[in-house]
T-cell receptor, first 116, second 116 residues
Framework: EAEVAQSPRYKITEKSQAVAFWCDPI?????LYWYRQILGQGPELLVQ????????DSQLPKDRFSAERLKGVDSTLKIQPAELGDSAMYLC??????????????FGPGTRLLVL | AQTVTQSQPEMSVQEAETVTLSCTYD???????LFWYKQPPSRQMILVIR??????QNATENRFSVNFQKAAKSFSLKISDSQLGDAAMYFC?????????????FGPGTRLSVLP
């Protein structure tokens, strides 16, 4: 069964350093999402791509976060510089077409970030 | 902005018994989707069940069913014949059917324990 892949699974970094997370969605899925999940809370949508275009990045802290999906397939989320408050699980999800709000999202295993 | 509330941080149920998880939401939209997602410990988040707001009939998926009360903005999940594998965090989520590029909101989650 096809799955969303994410790497690394765990990342420890010091504040002010740069970090990057990678996501490979299910093949053929046009829509890709990045979420941040703080421990004990629900996921918060950071950015949504439709193919290579950003559909929504209203919750992305653009002063330090950036995301790209250059060829409309895999995606990278970057934080520079990392802050203590960025410690969280970063989840990637994909869905088939993104043409309806009711589509099933398939989630990856996440990258757990710890900023020291 | 839409909000999703789950008033039960933790719940427990005896194996083979039935449990109901609560969710309320706030929106001014008339057309939207509601979801329940399950996040097992150290595993991917998966979709449990989905409800379209314009459908009056409550959604069911095997042992999982919902009680959707649109006027009351309530969306509870009932798990029948609970199994040990049902132990997980359960998240209620809302998504607009119109502005689905935005407005995807998760609740804070309910941790369900299943007692043997």
């Amino acid at each position: 069964e096809a799955e969303v892949a994410q790497s690394p699974r765990y990342k420890i970094t010091e504040k002010s350093q740069a970090v990057a997370f990678w996501c490979d969605p299910i093949s053929g899925h046009a829509t890709l999402y990045w979420y941040r999940q703080i421990l004990g809370q629900g996921p918060e949508l950071l950015v949504q791509f439709q193919d290579e275009s950003v559909v929504d990045d209203s919750q992305l802290p653009k002063d330090r976060f950036s995301a790209e999906r250059l060829k409309g397939v895999d995606s990278t989320l970057k934080i520079q510089p990392a802050e203590l408050g960025d410690s969280a699980m970063y989840l990637c999800a994909s869905s088939l077409a993104g043409t309806t709000g009711g589509e099933t999202q398939y989630f990856g295993p996440g990258t757990r970030l710890l900023v020291l | 902005a839409q909000t999703v509330t789950q008033s039960q941080p933790e719940m427990s149920v005896q194996e083979a018994e039935t449990v109901t998880l609560s969710c309320t939401y706030d929106t001014s939209e008339s057309d939207y989707y509601l979801f329940w997602y399950k996040q097992p410990p150290s595993r991917q988040m998966i979709l449990v069940i989905r409800q379209e707001a314009y459908k009056q009939q409550n959604a069911t998926e095997n042992r999982f069913s919902v009680n959707f009360q649109k006027a009351a903005k309530s969306f509870s999940l009932k798990i029948s014949d609970s199994q040990l594998g049902d132990a997980a965090m359960y998240f209620c989520a809302y998504r607009s059917a119109v502005n689905y590029g935005q407005n995807f909101v998760f609740g804070p989650g309910t941790r369900l324990s299943v007692l043997p």
